[in-house]
């Protein structure tokens, strides 16, 4: 069955950063296209950037273009989000999400989350 | 960039009522609409894509319809383990864009 395994969360200072990680089994992780997607605390969801199926392709919402890096090691099945330059505003789950399908595809799978609290 | 707007933005009703969502695209999307539950304490579910096929395992008083740019997510008789906050997404193009959820709670 799919699986999506985050990790990497914590507590960073203002203007630090934090490398996330995604480790995705139960799929053929290569052949598929991946999500971030991030949720303050008591907000909604918030969509955060995308990777093609072989690191080609990188799309990022605007609030965190030119601070956040997405990138992936197809080698060990894992999903990356390196998070910089951070804001009292970037504090959020974080969660990963697989497509159905091509970019142009619904999230069938999520995975639980990990906390991100950028804090002095 | 498309925007996707949903109302109300929380509801309150009875156990075995019929519960309805409305989400609205600022631009037409055809049927690249999907919906998610978010229980209390998780991370989302997939309910709904292609604005109405019922993903398995959904039960089936969960509907979705519409097209365009206006959706609509049915409940067609709550149930306590309904409660929940549901997202509809556009996901014709980035940056795939979530409405601002529905909080759906049980009277």
């Known amino acids: 069955q799919v699986q999506l395994v985050e990790s990497g969360g914590g507590v960073v200072q203002p203007g630090g950063s934090l490398r996330l990680s995604c480790a995705a089994s139960?799929?053929?992780?290569?052949?598929?296209?991946m999500h971030w997607v991030r949720q303050a605390p008591g907000k909604g969801l918030e969509w955060v950037a995308f990777?093609?199926?072989?690191?080609?392709?990188?799309y990022y919402a605007d609030s965190v273009e030119g601070r956040f890096t997405i990138s992936r090691d197809n080698s060990k099945n894992t999903l990356y989000l390196q998070v910089g330059s951070l804001r009292a505003d970037d504090t959020a789950v974080y969660y990963c999400?697989?497509?159905?399908?091509?970019?142009?595809?619904?999230?069938?799978?999520w995975g639980q989350g990990t906390l991100v609290t950028v804090s002095s | 960039d498309i925007q996707m707007t949903q109302s109300p933005s929380s509801l309150s009703a009875s156990v075995g009522d019929r519960v309805t969502i409305t989400c609205r695209a600022s631009?037409?999307?055809?049927?690249?609409l999907a919906w998610y539950q978010q229980k209390p304490g998780g991370f989302p579910n997939l309910l709904i894509y292609?604005?109405?096929t019922l993903q398995s395992g959904v039960p089936s008083r969960f509907s979705g319809s519409g097209s365009g740019t206006a959706f609509t997510l049915t409940i067609s008789s709550l149930q306590p383990e309904d409660v929940a906050t549901y997202y509809c997404?556009?996901?014709?193009?980035?940056?795939?864009?979530f409405g601002q959820g529905t909080k759906v709670q049980v009277k």
């Open positions: 990777i093609g199926f072989d690191g080609s392709n990188k």
């Open positions: 999400a697989k497509p159905k399908l091509g970019p142009s595809s619904f999230f069938d799978f």
């Open positions: 139960g799929f053929t992780f290569s052949n598929f296209g």
């Open positions: 631009q037409g999307i055809s049927n690249f």
């Open positions: 997404q556009e996901y014709i193009s980035a940056p795939w864009t």
């Open positions: 292609a604005a109405s």
